[in-house]
């Protein structure tokens, strides 16, 4: 089945016009980026040509996705936009709500058992709005869309910052906030400031047990976590033709973890292949009558250094395995390096569990692969030391590796096989013994590393590696293990080494399924009734945040002065935390429990400026909030790094935070703030960070002539009278400030819908 055929047919239609129109405007060769976004205008043709990181632009995005636990809060939100019906093709995926534990059919029925209310309302909106649902179990947001939606060429937003996945099929595909998703839901403009443009040169062809994931890895540890910001990375080159589709998936995948807007890949066979496997030929036929123009000018790729504000060369053919982390995912180490380096850092040896799957890693060529490992410790009657678990992408993948024997090989070496969904992940593992939050080390496919990130044990050393390098290291139970030159023992006492990895880019005998977990909605849904219990825990029906009083801010109380590495799970923790995304009120108190204050190095635990205690932040921001004052929030550099996670945004604001400060904003993270009708602000001078006195009070001044490209200023009262005056910077163009004095852009929409 191929959904939204017509779409992309008109979407492909107009591209030969459009790109011929950039053209003209720019006056040069274009890229493949430029070629999509020019082509994605909202008006149209362009009539300007664009400044790459200043310009603010309107775009028309042709879909959306969303996952269960963003997607409840952004429907929440899309209920009050007076729509009756999704403009453009939207879905909404059921997968971050199963918890990992003891294997997929348990653990699914027991998300079913707890989450079904959730469900059952995310399926019955989908239905009345003409969305998409795609059932618990179906798979992986990102690996669904991979497999039936993306499309070369097109343009995309998702509620979650890995949505840049589809970029593995040529795409500019963009994690967003609920709000923005809204936005295009509803039929509006979606901004963005126009951004810069990476490139990335691949040269040389992967070989042994080099893999997509070390080109990500490696550039992550290239460019860190804040490198790509306001950038999206372009791939091209003969190493990238080299690449299979699923592995271009990958590498555009942790384009999260670097901070980039997205990451995208030329037309290719690779790509004709996985839609044709996919059942997508049709799109084939399509994408081919305009291919000139699904891949940068030839211009571009000859002399790159003209066309991108930054250029990086790889060699895929001398790019070695690496292992990154712990506790960044931009901390890159060449395997044959690893032992020395965990050895100098302390670090534990011992590796405890190995992890494959996630949407970055969970095709059927990364199941292949890493099984191809399992099946030589099988035959040679190696023990596994590490225990092991997977997690398909979509239950297509896991229906094709069940039939191709696949699963059966995992499962001869104790192979716990989890849903197909995020699980591990994204927090949603109970692994037994976490909870003593003993010193320990993991090794995994996924995308994430942060402290608490996997199984809520802030002493888990997490770290991000190949499916394939898991299975030989978990397998070894050795992070130190390189199968390049080391052996394993086997039964006899053999010293084996290891073969590289082989796994069939796409199945042999094609993709299969029984029953892929999708749900059409109904054909008129003006009938159906959304209701949600006043009593629940889980859902709670939204009220719109307050309008600008039209005055300065004054006498702020300070909230939490952040320090060091402030990501969304450390403003708003996932885990068991997850249950509450339908709830603000419930979930606001987890806002900021995670933040460590810069005033006693501690987590959740603030001074109350009224009673002159340390509680926890809910407690003190419901303080604050009862007495009628607001709070603001301090932090330091890449605030907000991680998710899409709009209720990092949307707590703060529900609790009387008007205002966060800090040294520099993870893209997503501002946005969501200024969605929300909160002040996202940067320190002119970074070191005015250090004035900040915990029991200081705050003035914003300016806001009355507040406008594009003029500075506030924070004054800082001190409490022994003095006071110092901070000069604060800030992104906002008019329709964004216009966001700030309607009280949220949500607010702003019902006005133009009323």
């Known amino acids: 089945m191929v959904f939204d055929l017509e779409m992309i047919k008109k979407v492909y239609e107009k591209y030969p016009e459009r790109i011929e129109a950039a053209r003209k405007v720019i006056g040069r060769p274009l890229t493949l980026s430029e070629k999509i976004l020019y082509a994605h205008l909202w008006d149209k043709n362009a009539t300007v040509s664009h400044e790459r990181g200043k310009s603010y632009v309107d775009f028309a995005p042709d879909r959306v996705a969303m996952q269960d636990a963003t997607a409840q809060m952004a429907l929440l939100q899309f209920m009050q936009a007076g729509k009756k019906k999704v403009a453009v093709p939207s879905t909404v995926h059921a997968d971050h709500l199963i918890q990992a534990k003891v294997g997929a059919t348990k ?41 039936n939606y993306a499309f ?271 699980g591990p992940c994204i927090g949603q593992w109970d692994r037994a013994g976490a909870e003593k939050q003993e010193k320990n080390t993991i090794i995994h496919s996924f995308n994430r590393n942060f402290s608490k990130r996997a199984d809520g044990n802030p002493n888990t050393h997490a770290f991000v590696t190949s499916p394939e390098m898991v299975a030989a290291i978990a397998i070894s139970g050795d992070l130190g293990f390189n199968p390049l030159k080391d052996t394993l023992t086997s039964a006899n006492g053999e010293q084996i080494k290891l073969s590289p990895p082989k796994g069939d880019e796409l199945p042999n005998k094609g993709f299969d399924v029984e029953d892929n977990g999708f749900q059409a909605p109904a054909e008129d849904g003006s009938g159906i009734l959304i209701s949600v219990d006043p009593n629940s825990s889980r859902l709670q029906l939204l009220e719109n945040f307050p309008v600008w009083n039209g005055e300065n801010i004054l006498g702020m109380k300070l909230l939490i002065k952040a320090k060091g590495k402030c990501t969304t799970d450390h403003i708003s923790m996932a885990g068991p935390w997850l249950s509450y995304r339908g709830h603000l009120d419930n979930i606001s108190n987890n806002c900021l429990i995670g933040a460590e204050n810069a005033f006693n190095g501690m987590p959740d635990s603030i001074l109350n400026p009224y009673t002159g205690q340390y509680e926890g932040v809910p407690q003190v921001a419901r303080a604050i909030k009862a007495s009628g004052e607001f709070s603001i929030v301090f932090g330091e550099e890449n605030y907000g790094e991680g998710s899409s996670r709009e209720h990092a945004a949307m707590e703060p604001r529900f609790l009387a935070v008007r205002a966060v400060v800090v040294k520099s904003f993870a893209r997503i993270h501002e946005t969501n703030l200024k969605k929300q009708g909160m002040l996202g602000l940067t320190f002119a001078n970074s ?68």
Not at 112 to 117: I, K, S, T, V
Not at 350 to 371: H, P
Not at 375 to 390: L, R, S
Request: charged residues 20%; glycine residues 12%.
């Open 152 to 422: 070369p060429g097109g343009m995309m937003i998702g509620t979650d910052s890995h949505t840049v996945n589809a970029g593995g099929l040529g795409m500019l595909a963009i994690g967003v906030g609920g709000a923005d998703a809204v936005d295009v839901m509803a039929g509006m403009a979606w901004e963005l400031k126009f951004p810069k443009l990476i490139g990335v040169k691949l040269t040389g062809k992967l070989n042994g047990w080099t893999s997509a994931k070390d080109v990500i890895l490696k550039v992550a540890d290239i460019l860190t976590v804040k490198g790509g910001t306001g950038a999206i990375v372009e791939y091209f080159g003969p190493g990238a033709l080299s690449l299979s589709c699923t592995g271009k998936g990958t590498i555009c995948n942790m384009g999260a973890e670097i901070g980039a807007t997205t990451s995208t890949f030329g037309y290719d066979d690779s790509m004709r292949r996985y839609l044709s496997a996919t059942g997508r030929a049709e799109v084939v036929a399509a994408a081919d009558l305009i291919a000139e123009h699904l891949t940068g000018d030839p211009e571009v790729y000859e002399n790159p250094e003209k066309y991108f504000d930054q250029l990086i060369e790889l060699n895929l053919s001398e790019l070695e395995p690496h292992i990154n982390g712990p506790f960044t995912p931009d901390r890159g180490t060449p395997v044959s390096k690893m032992r020395v380096e965990a050895e100098a850092n302390n670090w534990p040896m011992k590796v405890e569990w190995g992890l494959i799957g996630s949407c970055t890693n969970s095709s059927y060529e990364d199941m292949a692969r890493a099984a191809s490992i399992v099946e030589q410790a099988v035959a040679h009657g190696i023990t596994p030391k590490a225990e092991f678990g997977i997690n398909p992408g979509s239950e297509q993948v896991r229906y094709t590796i069940e039939r191709d024997g696949i699963i059966a090989t995992f499962e001869k070496m104790g192979t716990k096989i989890f849903t197909n969904a995020c």
């Open 107 to 147: 653990d699914l029925q027991e998300s079913l058992n707890q989450n079904n209310e959730v469900f059952n309302f995310l399926s019955t909106i989908s239905d009345k709005y003409g969305i998409g649902f795609w059932k618990p179990g179906a798979g992986i947001i990102h690996q669904v869309v991979l497999e």
């Open 687 to 754: 070191a005015d960070y250090d004035l900040i006195q915990e029991t200081d009070t705050f003035d914003i001044l300016g806001l009355e002539s507040f406008a594009a490209g003029v500075p506030l200023t924070i004054v800082a009262h001190h409490a022994d009278g003095t006071r110092d005056d901070i000069t604060a910077n800030h992104t906002y163009n008019e329709a964004q400030i216009a966001w700030f004095k309607a009280g949220s852009a949500l607010n702003l929409i019902k006005q133009q819908n009323a």
